[in-house]
């Protein structure tokens, strides 16, 4: 990846994180919209989906090519939008990334994902297809959900609204990390490993997707039935991942990247008990909410970028444990903190951009062959 483009996913990540804490410098009267949404849109729709595109054409002679500025400038034009509420131009672009991302799942793949119900066809190709569909389908649903909520009325429930449909911009994310992990490992022929991995694929896929229906109906019984499915099937992923002696570089980080999800699912269903008991109050719940925010985004989604970003740079010149830790401290003590103080705001993003300017633009181990599968000497 060129320089230029590693700087303006950069500043793109920068620029999300310093937006979830514009609320406490600027005031609602002041700016009488939600800051969240630049926040959650810069950071998994913009960044995210640019590197998901950017890993599917990694393969052509110019992998940048047209699409990829252009799907830049659409998810901006949208986040924007939808940040003013401005939802005719933030539907319109919604409308063309759509197409744009699906024309690009089907050049990969194929129209139909036929793919996902053949037993031979290695999970990681499932997982990057899938990431693409969930890409273009939460791009057209958002649409739908933006004309009900200001224009058409044609369903009334509370909770379908733009700011509940942040998941649908997540959750590509998270694929195509999973997607790189089964990568790195490579396809193992044993039948019972190769089972236990498309059980996971569809745990994951069918999982979210049913526990989003609930949220939008409101039935927290089942969210927590179906987030302690969720739970085991990261779990069930997790081992597998480490079974699986590889040791290189992106592994660290993939694993560490896997304990926030561990985290995410423990926080996550721990808020949705605590919803359930008579003492909850969103106040009381602020604080787990946001852990489990920021260790979802830059936690586990940030882990999966990096490696996409310098897949072709590991090993990297850096120090894996230490970096491991800031990142962790960084991601849920100082950014979860900074929701509610202006100094650790401050502290916060700093060790952030510190973060990233290690992680993306450390140099390469001299003399040490840049392939994915490279061996460590020492983490």
């Given at each position: 990846?060129?320089?230029?483009?590693?700087?303006?996913?950069?500043?793109?990540?920068?620029?999300?994180?310093?937006?979830?804490?514009?609320?406490?410098?600027?005031?609602?009267?002041?700016?009488?919209?939600?800051?969240?949404r630049l926040h959650i849109f810069l950071f998994n729709l913009c960044a995210g989906g640019g590197l998901i595109l950017f890993h599917t054409r990694r393969n052509l002679p110019e992998p940048m090519g047209i699409l990829l500025p252009v799907f830049l400038c659409l998810s901006l034009l949208f986040a924007l939008s939808a940040f003013l509420e401005s939802y005719i131009?933030?539907?319109?672009?919604?409308?063309?990334?759509?197409?744009?991302?699906?024309?690009?799942?089907?050049?990969?793949?194929?129209?139909?994902?036929?793919?996902?119900?053949?037993?031979?066809?290695?999970?990681?190709?499932?997982?990057h297809q899938a990431a693409l569909?969930?890409?273009?389908?939460?791009?057209?649903?958002?649409?739908?959900?933006?004309?009900?909520?200001?224009?058409?009325?044609?369903?009334?429930?509370?909770?379908?609204?733009l700011n509940t449909f942040f998941l649908g911009f997540s959750f590509p994310v998270s694929l195509i990390t999973m997607s790189v992990m089964f990568q790195i490992i490579g396809d193992n022929r044993?039948?019972?490993?190769?089972?236990?991995?498309?059980?996971?694929?569809?745990?994951?896929?069918?999982?979210?997707i049913i526990f989003f229906i609930f949220i939008l109906f409101e039935w927290p019984s089942l969210q927590l039935v179906i987030s302690l499915i969720l739970f085991g099937a990261v779990l069930l992923i997790l081992i597998l991942f480490l079974q699986d002696p590889m040791q290189a570089?992106?592994?660290?980080?993939?694993t560490s990247g896997m304990l926030f999800l561990v985290f995410t699912g423990i926080s996550g269903i721990a808020y949705i008990l605590l919803e359930m008991t008579p003492y909850y109050t969103?106040?009381?719940?602020?604080?787990?909410?946001?852990?489990?925010?920021?260790a979802s985004l830059y936690g586990w989604n940030l882990s999966g970028l990096v490696v996409i970003m310098r897949y072709e740079d590991f090993p990297i010149k850096l120090h894996s444990r230490t970096?491991?830790?800031?990142?962790?401290?960084?991601?849920?003590?100082?950014?979860?903190?900074?929701?509610?103080?202006?100094f650790f705001a401050l502290v916060g993003l700093l060790a952030y951009i510190v973060l990233l300017e290690v992680?993306?633009?450390?140099?390469?181990?001299?003399?040490?062959?840049?392939?994915p599968h490279v061996r460590l000497k020492e983490l």
């Open positions: 990846m060129s320089l230029f483009y590693k700087r303006s996913f950069t500043v793109l990540m920068i620029l999300a994180m310093a937006f979830g804490f514009f609320h406490l410098f600027i005031p609602k009267e002041t700016i009488p919209f939600d800051f969240e131009p933030a539907m319109l672009c919604a409308l063309m990334l759509a197409i744009l991302v699906e024309s690009e799942r089907i050049r990969n793949f194929s129209f139909f994902p036929l793919d996902f119900f053949k037993d031979r066809v290695p999970v990681e190709k499932k997982f569909l969930c890409l273009s389908s939460g791009l057209a649903i958002s649409v739908l959900v933006m004309f009900n909520e200001s224009y058409g009325n044609w369903v009334s429930m509370e909770k379908l609204t044993v039948r019972m490993t190769r089972v236990l991995k498309n059980i996971g694929f569809w745990s994951v896929n069918l999982g979210v570089q992106q592994k660290a980080f993939l969103y106040e009381n719940g602020k604080i787990l909410l946001k852990m489990h925010s920021f970096l491991i830790l800031t990142h962790w401290l960084t991601v849920l003590v100082l950014a979860p903190m900074g929701y509610f103080s202006p992680l993306f633009f450390s140099a390469k181990s001299a003399g040490e062959e840049t392939k």
